[in-house]
Structure formats: C-alpha cells, structure tokens
C-alpha cells in the first residue's frame, strides 16, 4: 500500500548497486489522473520535486537524487494522466492509422516505450510504480510491466514488493497474511514477485520469514525486512545489513557479485548520530500542517546539520499565527528562520514579520523563492519608505489594485538561446519558470564567498518575480542585489551586507542538496545559526 516507504527502498537499493560499482537511474510511475503533481495542492501530495530540465514531478525524485546523486530528468516521471494525454494527441494526429484506441495495447505500449527510454545507458534502471495492489488505476501498469518482463530475454528483470507486516498487540503476533493476500492478488494478473520488502515495527521472527517464502513463492533469503528507522540515511546501512541488494543480484544471477564500498554512507550515518551540538531552526510556511510540503528542505537543514556536526531542530511555525500571536514572543527563541516558498497570498503577512523580526533581532534568514519577494517587500515597506509595497500575485488573485507592485507577473523570460512568454491567465500546470538557469553573483558578496564562485546554476518554480526598478531604491537601504540572470534582468539573490546572515534567492537551492555534498548555502545557514546560539 501507499505511503510505505518504496520511494526510500528504491533510493537505497540505487545506493547499494551504485556502492558495488554499477550505474542507476531511476524513475516514478504514477496512477493517478493528473498529467504531474504541478497543480496538484501540497497538502494533497506533498511538495512537488523540480528537474534541473524542468519538470515538476514527485517527491520521491527528491529521495532517488539526494541517495544516487544521479539528477532526474523528465523522463524519470510519468503519470496516467501524461500517459492517456499521449495517446489521445497520437490519436488526433492520425497516428494510429484509424484503429479503435484501447487500454490493451494502446495504453500499454504507451508505458512500455516510457520503460525503455534511455535503458541502454545504465547497468540498472529501478522503476517505481506508485499506489497500491488492486487499485482499478493501476492496472494498466501492472499490465504493462507484466507483457514488458515478458517480451525481454530471461533474466533482464526482477520484480520487487513492499509490504506491510502488521503487528497485533493483543495477540503479540506480526500477520502475515495481508502479505500473502497482495502477492495472490499480484499473481492473479501474472506477476511474481522475486525479492519481498516487509515493512515491520518488529523483528520478523524465523519462522514467520519461512512462512513468507512459502506462502509467496519466493527464496527465504529474498524476504528482506525493513525496519523502523531514527534516520532516513541509515536505510542503505540497513538494508545492506538486511540483504537486499544480494537478494537482488542473486535474483539477476550475478555471481560472484563486486564487493560494496559503503564508507560513504558509514560517514554520513557518523554525523547524524555523533553531533557537537544542536541549532533550533523556525521554517514559517503556509503548509505547515503537512511536513512532506517542504520534504526537500528539511532534508537539505539536516545536510547542513551533517556539515557543521550540529542536529538541528526544526520547528514549523504557521505564518498564520502571527496574525494572532505577538512575532517576536513566538520567534525569540530560534537560532535561524527560513521562510520557504508557496503560492497565494495567505499567510504573507506573517511571512513579512518574520523577515522584519530576522532583520531588526540580526537572526540568521534564509528566504526561498516566496520567502525572498517577502524580504524584498518587507525592506520596500519598512526601510525603503514604499508603504504599499506588495505584489501583482496578490492583487491578481483578489481581483483589485491594492499594492505597488515590488514583485510582478513574468510575462517574458529567456530560456536557453530562446525567449518564454506567459500571459496571466494561461493554464496553471507548467507554465511557471521551470528547471535550471545560470546566475550571475557580484564579486565580494557573501553568496559568492558562500558558493566559491560567481556564476551558478540552480532550479526555478514560480510565476512572479521582483521588479529591478526598485533595485537603486533599496540598495541604497542596504539590500544588495547580489545576484542576476545573465541579461541583468530578473534578481535571483538579495542579501544584507550589515546582517550576520541573511540571503534571500529566487531559486530552490534545496532541490540539489545531498547528504555527502551538502548544498553550500544551507550549510553556511546552519553555521550561522551554530555562531547565533554560542551568542545566547
């Protein structure tokens, strides 16, 4: 079923192969009817994890990149909903030569092609099909892969499960049998699983494996559990323990098998469990309610934390709240703020007290995307002297001309080597500057001392951006526009020279970070937040 885990379990095999010395890549096949999670609410699915070719696709991406190290691309990503929106424009193109389109082989064949993409350019290519056994939607999927092992030479796929092994505390017994029922269901339509993943709180006793290996067709030594873990990045260490990539080459009869280097992943364990201290860090959002919305900068804090051998604790204050609760009460007791990223105006508000309360108390701040236009808007209003300063988003979205607009609608942009244009009310879903763009940093700032370069490349998600005619105004407030696109149009970072620390960026540098190369500038953040709280 959902929500167990095969994201983690897919990200920690693609480490242990890559550990053994073959090369991966790995992508998400998901049922539902959305062509990508882009439009989709983040408390309905989570954050929505950005390519640096600009797709918008599932968090689970976030997991592949951040254990491989392989960047994503879009066609590591696939829905139902792009998958039919494929062959219906096949369809009114004529490509199908007049036949009756179906499920069988139309839809199918669609998947397959997807399957094969770029499969000749790594030793293991571990494809994650989403939801859950049964579930009408995936069908097609399991159809799919079901005539795609078929129609490859024997030995060139294995199929692999997760399942759950619940445990009865009446009884004081894991149940095996939800387990047996899903691999019957999965036969049903002909498939057999070759390696099992039992999800447990508690140890699979022997004679409850030997059961498994039984009742589902499969070798004892191919039913791997998967425990319970203080740390997501103690899962490889885990599952190697466990067995799972030698269950896996055993089922590919790869023998003998390259021995595995894990002092990588030995290190990085190292630092989350032996720290020299802790920082506590407030994230204000919007979406606080749900903490896989911000999936990818929790993780990329914890890196941070990794690289100046600090925990760091991480608290989610609803912006919201200030509009009840006094800020400085609510925030004085944190090392850090980051206010990270979001769409609408709610919570705005809030948002801008907590870039003022950071910049008047000389609180480290780190501001993603939205959080940067709040800075920008809070300097405008409170340093700059325009009281209005607000955004076209939020008059766009009330229908009214309420602000001066400091942040504006990006009608124009340039991509590559040619120009991106957006109307206002275009379709929501892709229409945003999307992916990777080259900034350009200014000589002596703090971002460049912090990246150790003065041009760099990260990943963009959002419609609005600020306005530089405003740009002479605040700097002269103290500002900085410390980055720029190459044309010297559109602002990407903004910090404050006379702050111990506080940057503000346009992009989604979480989106890149990784815990054995941490992102360098939330582990500079961190730091400061280390040098904060040896301040108190």
Known sequence: MSSLGKGLASAALGALLQARGYSVRLRKLDPYLNVDPGTMSPFEHGEVFVTDDGAETDLDLGHYERFTGVHARKTDSISSGRIYSNVLEKERRGSYLGKTIQVIPHVTNEIKDFLRIGEDEVDFMLCEIGGTVGD?????????????????????????????????????????????????????????????????????????????????????????????????????????????????????????????NLDKWDDVVDRIRHTDGEVNIAIVGKYVQL???????????????????VKVNVEWVDAEDFDREDVGERLSGFNAILVPGGFGERGTEGKIKAAQF????????????????????????????????????????????????????????????????????????????????????KDGSKVAEVYGSTTIEERHRHRYEVDIKYMDKLEKCGL?????????????????????????????????????????????????????????
């Open 358 to 441: 950071a910049r008047e108390r000389g609180v480290p701040y780190l501001g993603i995307c939205l959080g940067m236009q709040m800075a920008v808007i809070e300097a405008a209003r409170n340093v700059a002297g325009v009281t209005k300063a607000g955004s076209e988003e939020f008059d766009h979205e009330k229908g009214e001309k309420r602000f001066e607009p400091v942040v504006y609608h990006l009608k124009e942009w340039v991509q590559g080597n040619h120009t991106v244009s957006r109307k206002a009310d275009d379709d929501k879903g892709g229409t945003m500057r999307l992916g990777a763009y080259t900034a350009n940093l």
């Open 291 to 309: 903490e896989d919305a911000y999936k990818s900068i929790k993780e990329a804090l914890t890196h941070g934390g990794m690289a100046n051998r």
């Open 136 to 260: 009408i939607e995936g069908l097609p999927f399991f159809e799919a892969i079901r005539q795609f092992i078929h129609e490859r030479p024997r030995g060139q796929c294995i199929l692999m499960h997760l399942t759950l092994l619940p445990y009865l505390a009446a009884s004081g017994e894991l149940k095996t049998k939800p387990t047996q029922h899903s691999v019957k269901e999965l036969q049903s339509i002909g498939l057999a699983p070759d390696v099992l993943v039992c999800r447990s709180e508690h140890p699979i006793p022997e004679r409850e494996r030997e059961k498994i290996a039984l009742f589902c067709n499969v070798r004892k030594e191919a039913v791997v559990a998967a425990y319970d873990l203080k740390s997501i990045y103690e899962a490889p260490l885990a599952y190697h323990r466990e067995g799972l990539d030698q269950a896996v080459l055993d089922a590919f009869g790869i023998s003998p098998a390259p021995r595995p």
């Open 480 to 536: 900085v526009f410390s980055g720029m696109s190459p044309d010297g149009i559109l602002p990407e970072i903004v910090e404050r020279p006379d702050h111990p620390w506080f940057i503000g960026v346009q992009y989604h540098p979480e989106l890149k970070s990784k815990p054995f190369a941490p992102h360098p500038l939330f582990r500079d953040f961190v730091r400061a937040a280390v040098d904060a709280s040896r301040l108190v």
